[in-house]
């Protein structure tokens, strides 16, 4: 059974930082793109930033230069370094993972694996 785990989300101050992790189970994970999408209320799933198999990275430009994606294929999980957050980058953040797909095209929420989400807030 594949799992995804999220952690590290919760309330920040703007200019503030979090770091979120995904712990996968299940799956193969080196053989995976693994990525990061938020939905914000109201707003369709949108991608955050991804990293592929060989460890290519891709980023949304709203993130570039603040947000940083890795991943530890011996850990099974990837990370999301968040600096610098704004109140627009309020939403929930899901880990997900897909084979054979390059990270710089984004996926739709019926394909691959995802994980139930974690919650950032950021908020004076």
């Known amino acids: 059974q594949v799992q995804l785990v999220e952690s590290g989300g919760g309330l920040v101050q703007p200019g503030g930082s979090l770091r979120l992790s995904c712990a996968a189970s299940?799956?193969?994970?080196?053989?995976?793109?693994m990525g990061w999408y938020r939905q914000a209320p109201g707003k369709q799933r949108e991608l955050v930033a991804a990293?592929?198999?060989?460890?290519?990275?891709n980023y949304a430009d709203s993130t570039k230069g603040r947000f940083s994606i890795s991943r530890d294929n011996a850990g099974n999980t990837v990370y999301l370094q968040m600096n610098n957050l704004q109140p627009e980058d309020t939403a929930v953040y899901y880990c997900?993972?897909?084979?054979?797909?390059?990270?710089?095209?984004?996926?739709?929420?019926?394909?691959?694996?995802w994980g139930q989400g974690t919650q950032v807030t950021v908020s004076s």
């Open positions: 997900t993972a897909k084979i054979g797909h390059s990270a710089n095209r984004p996926w739709s929420t019926g394909e691959g694996y």
């Open positions: 299940g799956i193969i994970f080196r053989r995976y793109t």
């Open positions: 990293t592929g198999s060989g460890g290519n990275t």
